[in-house]
């Protein structure tokens, strides 16, 4: 069975890049649910899913129908972030189905709230609602069945065992098995690099959008300790926790609860971006950092320990103390 993960642009169908990815100044978070996809895949015995990064090289559609042309697949999972990826979802999944009607196209991210839209109104056959681990590898071992039996139509009843999914029924009416399971904390994984590179199509320069030098980010350069001797000089992005246990009524959440990353990863995840891509600053890319008060401190002081120096990107006012920034300060 050959499988390929896609990575969705944000911006919609037609807009224009001023400049390319890796022109920027400062770094972006990496495609963390493609490694876990695909490192979860791995692990349930099913082949490595090849990497097409659409979302940093931008792809036209030509390239897109070049690369299913010379790369046949049979299942590709589209990651699509948020709402303004849809036009996006519209036109890779109609070039995919040009390609070979048959490629089963499933959808995750955040944009499958609205997932009754997408089945309708695009080529997507599947929509993953929630957390996507645990029931892409439920698909995938349908799919090995369906594949192998040469059957023209998906099962129904069948996915619908499968938690997670949204589906059309033989009247276009959405039905839908409930939200994703989430993994435990042990079985998430932080970004593989090396993975995230084969997606480049060779363009590896395009993987310096994931590191760049501190002294573009105002948030590091207003810190004395950033000129320190010995400080390594690129930042990078990180997600120490998943998820949200708030409720705030602007926000949708496309995934239930909260998970703290394994410590012992993280110490892994510390050392490789220190010593294979010389890093030295951390943005800490969380939704919510600081609900898990306990393991935030340990995050801190491992942090801390490698040397690195690092700032948080989201965290709710209720979840945090003048002690904690304190605390949070002394550990860089």
């Not at 040009?98 to 695009?122: D, E, F, P, R």
């Not at 080529?123 to 996507?132: A, E, P, R, T």
């Amino acid at each position: 069975m050959n499988i390929t993960l896609c990575s969705i642009p944000v911006e919609a169908h037609g807009d224009k890049l001023r400049r390319k990815r890796s022109e920027g100044t400062m770094s972006i978070m990496p495609k963390v649910a493609i490694t876990s996809l695909n490192s979860w895949s791995i692990q349930n015995g099913f082949p490595k899913c090849k990497f097409y990064d659409l979302d940093m090289l931008y792809s036209t559609d030509d390239e897109v129908e070049n690369y299913f042309i010379n790369n046949p697949t049979d299942v590709v999972g589209l990651s699509a972030v948020v709402s303004t990826s849809y036009s996006q979802v519209k036109r890779i999944s109609k070039i995919i189905k040009k390609v070979n009607k048959k490629t089963i196209v499933v959808c995750g991210g955040y944009l499958t709230a609205a997932a009754n839209t997408i089945l309708n109104k695009t080529n997507v056959d599947i929509c993953v609602v929630g957390d996507g681990e645990i029931a892409w590898i439920e698909i995938l071992k349908y799919m090995k069945k369906y594949l192998s039996q040469n059957k023209n139509e998906l099962e129904l009843d069948e996915l619908l065992k499968i938690r997670g999914l949204a589906i059309l029924d033989e009247n276009k009416k959405l039905k839908f098995s409930g939200y994703g399971q989430k993994l435990q904390s042990c079985d998430m994984t932080f970004p593989d690099f090396e993975y995230l590179k084969s997606g480049l199509q060779e363009h590896d320069e395009a993987l310096n959008n994931y590191f760049k030098p501190f002294y573009n980010n105002e948030n590091m350069i207003m810190d004395d300790r950033a000129y320190e001797k010995d400080r390594r000089p690129m930042v990078a992005g990180i997600l120490l926790t998943k998820g949200c246990v708030a409720k705030c009524t602007f926000c949708q959440r496309g995934s239930k609860g909260y998970v703290t990353y394994n410590l012992d990863k993280l110490d892994q995840c510390l050392t490789i971006l220190k010593e294979k891509y010389n890093v030295g600053f951390l943005s800490v890319d969380d939704e919510n950092f600081g609900s898990a008060k306990k393991f935030c401190y340990e995050a801190a002081e491992m942090l801390n320990k490698h040397g690195m120096l690092w700032f948080i990107g989201g965290a709710r006012v209720t979840n945090v103390t003048k002690e904690d920034l304190l605390f949070y300060k002394k550990n860089g």
